[in-house]
């Protein structure tokens, strides 16, 4: 096994890959496709890596968040589109669900009423964007829950439904 860093400001994927206890060079065994020389130049910041080589990342160091944050942080659309998923404890994002859950039953009938005619004007527009960041915080609890299921599938906290 190769030396361990004791760089400082270390970048997720290689916070990832050590804490799988990999070297560089295991890492690119393992990953078949991302070289040891590849691996370094994408902790070392000297190249981003391509969505492939994070799925292949996430894959082999059993790191669901490894997607998540490429997305929310590298990729352009991702950064536009993708909420941020967090990784909590199960009782913590079950609470937080049924809270965004509760949150939306209150303004279902205000957005049937502000879009049953197709459009937002400007009267409702301040509304539709309360019931927007509602929507934006209940996307980010399911992407959080999801992140929770991946980690809890790698770890054993949960069966696979085989």
Known sequence: MGRRSVKENKNVYQQSRENMGLSREAAGELLMFVSAD??????S?????????????????????????????????????????????LPQLTVELLSALHAMEEEKNRLIDISVDGRVNSFERKEFDVILEKLAALDRTIRSMRLWIEDALNTGKMDSAE
Do not use: F, W
């Open 38 to 43: 590849r691996i370094e130049k994408i902790e």
């Open 45 to 89: 910041g000297k190249s981003a890596p391509h969505p492939d080589e994070v799925l292949q990342m996430e894959q082999g160091y059993k790191d669901p968040k490894l997607s998540n944050y490429y997305c929310t942080h590298e990729c352009p659309i991702g950064m536009k589109y993708v909420q941020k998923a967090e990784l909590k404890e």
